[in-house]
């Protein structure tokens, strides 16, 4: 890390890219998981899948290419499949 350098815990990684999302546009049952994958992302030391993700994500919600309103279902279409 060079000087000057922002240094996050893992929980405000997480704060921060939850409200993020929210302000663009998730609720909060849908920006919590994503939220806690970018945690998990920066903690495995994974950054193209951690906070370097936020700034699209919250474009793709602002801009509608995601429904961050969206409610996921189940639905059986056939045996074994869902």
Do not use: F
Not at 31 to 45: I, N, Q
Not at 61 to 66: I, P
């Amino acid at each position: 890390m060079a000087d000057g350098d922002a240094c996050l815990t893992l929980d405000e990684i997480e704060a921060l890219a939850g409200r993020a999302l929210i302000a663009h546009g998730a609720t909060p049952g849908n920006a919590a998981p994503v939220a806690r994958s970018l945690r998990a992302a920066e903690a495995d030391g994974l950054r193209s899948h951690g906070l370097l993700r936020l700034p699209a994500d919250c474009s793709h919600l602002a801009c509608g290419k995601v429904d961050g309103r969206a409610t996921p279902w189940l639905e059986r279409s056939a045996p074994g499949v869902l």
